[in-house]
């Protein structure tokens, strides 16, 4: 058996195909008719398990494909914010991810949506109306490529809770909560342009053209709907093409000219939740064809030699169709897997500082106060801002102050040992965590860092800024309930850091009795 396989590998399965025609030179009328409908039997049934096993194969491509979810990444973002409202559309309106699943594959049909896609409202700027009787402010946020829009991100909050506030307190609250919502439509609109680039490169036309490329008899395969129109095909100029309803009914032998191909179409078949279709598999009879004239020529003992060998063949392409399909499949599955932990990774990082973000940094505050609970270890938290960042926002534009953060937070970064934890709480706030640090050990790091930070200044376009900041200093305690009650005071800290002139230190067990 292994002798034949590699025969086969190694020549072209011509020759084999002329030993079955010499073969069956010697058959009868009789045994021609009954051989040549067993044929034909055996290509119809070879082709189904093909069938299935495309369909099969297919079926595990949407899977693995399906396993990369925008929706689920949003989540994990937006985990302790207060969302009223989020859809991820295209740029044709088709809803592709919602919080509300029965959306999901709808055309839009909101009025601010049309008006805005007519014009009549701005992209990319806040709008307030009410959804369901509340009142929401609302964005319709866009993404581009090569200044193509190919998407929009559909975002809104519950602002009822402002309207006991005062016109003044309500505006400047507002303005904050739009720099937050922009800051994480920043961090999710780079999500879904890597995600969007690892469904581009994942082409079930590819996985169909490197299936029918290295088949030895298949020629095409199409997924038709059923309107008899072709989505997707190995073949590029099958794309779109409209088939009569009829030819979707049943198998058929075709000739092309000298050439006999056999077409099988399959039932409507379910690939995923929002893909399902018909399998058309074009497969070469050429086998048949010659059989069919060869056995007017063959003996019965000839005949049943020349069987053994077209099950043998039909054994080994099966085989081989099937290992192809599990190559494809644990490739998919590979790759799927290494994006994924790519885009796990992405939803922890902070996209201008390149530090741990909030709700990464809250976790590992987690899990470090119960690790030292529990081991009876020390935990301190440096809570560090930024001294008059507004100021310097103010003075220079908000892509200073983002120069000032990035390289501020580059500075404390490399002051830091491999085992301390560094993440950017929200705004001008960052927050280290230092594990099982002694007490003369965290003193000499948080000077270090204000320090360096002080040390020079910032260079932006033809200006240096000069940044201080201050850092307030807490450590764990047998009173502490939660990693919220060090913060707290780490914040207290902070606080007299900034009213005792800034640019300095201060630790909480040496704050004044009030």
Known sequence: MKLFVGLFKKHDITILLIVLVLSLSALSWHNYYSQKNLLLEQMKSDSGDIVSSISAAIKKFYDIKETINIQQLVSQISLDLEIFEFRYLDSSGVIRNSMFEQEIGKISRSQSFVMTMQGDMPLGEFFFEEHDYVPVMAIYYPLYRNNDLIGIIDFSIDISEYSVVSEVNKDFAL?????????LLKAIEGSIYNTISIFESINLHDFLFNYVETAENILEISVIDDRGRVIVSSDPNMQGRIFDKLALQDSELIEVGDDMIYRIVTDQIEFSK????????????????????????????????????????ATIIYRSAIQRSKNEQEKLRLLVQERTKEIELMSKIDSLTNLWNRRYLEEMLEIEFK??????????ILLIDLDHFKKINDTYGHLAGDEVLKEVS?????SLRETDFIGRYGGEELVVILPQTPEDEVSKIAQK???????????????????TASIGVSRLRSTHTSYHDIFQEADEA?????????????YYSILPVK
Do not use: C, W
Not at 175 to 183: A, G, P, S
Not at 449 to 467: E, G, M, Q
């Open 449 to 467: 860092i204000v320090d360096f930070i002080a040390s020079k200044p910032v260079r932006f376009n033809d200006s240096l800024i000069h940044v």
């Open 371 to 380: 690790r030292a609970r529990r081991y009876k270890s020390q935990i301190y």
């Open 410 to 414: 580059m500075r404390i970064k490399s």
């Open 494 to 506: 902070l606080y007299v850091s900034k009213r005792e002139g800034r640019n300095r230190v201060t």
């Open 175 to 183: 303005t904050r909560r739009q720099v937050d919502i922009l800051n």
């Open 274 to 313: 929002i893909a399902n279709g018909h399998l058309s598999l074009l497969v070469d009879a050429t086998v048949f064809a010659k059989n069919k004239k060869a056995l007017k020529r063959n003996s019965i003992i000839n005949n049943i030699i020349t069987m053994l060998f077209a099950l043998i063949m």
